[in-house]
């Protein structure tokens, strides 16, 4: 029971944190006039929500977007690809929701406690 607590607290505390750095991220993007990521941010809150639900397929499609995102991050700065200029606090705060997107998912899948409570929101 100690195991599915630390688990809890572990992953409301990683969802809690994307979900926050993620809205700011997308109010930013709205505040210069970028519309086109709105879809993709109601379908990022809905994972997170589906997650903290113990829905298991949730949590898998989170690690696969997130290695999506990651290929083509590196597909972008290999390409030096750059669609507009941004302001630096748009890619400071972005890439802070990329780092903790890329911790939360190894520890989705390595973390048991983690794992433990999904598995027991899920049932």
Known sequence: MQQVNKGKRIALTLIGSNLLLVLLVEMLRLSQGIFSNL??????IVTMILIYCGVKKAKWAFVIFTAWNIVMLIAAWAGEVVISPLPMNLWIFAMAAFLLQIATSVVFVFSTSVNDFLYKQGH
């Open 39 to 44: 879809l993709g941010t109601a379908v990022w």
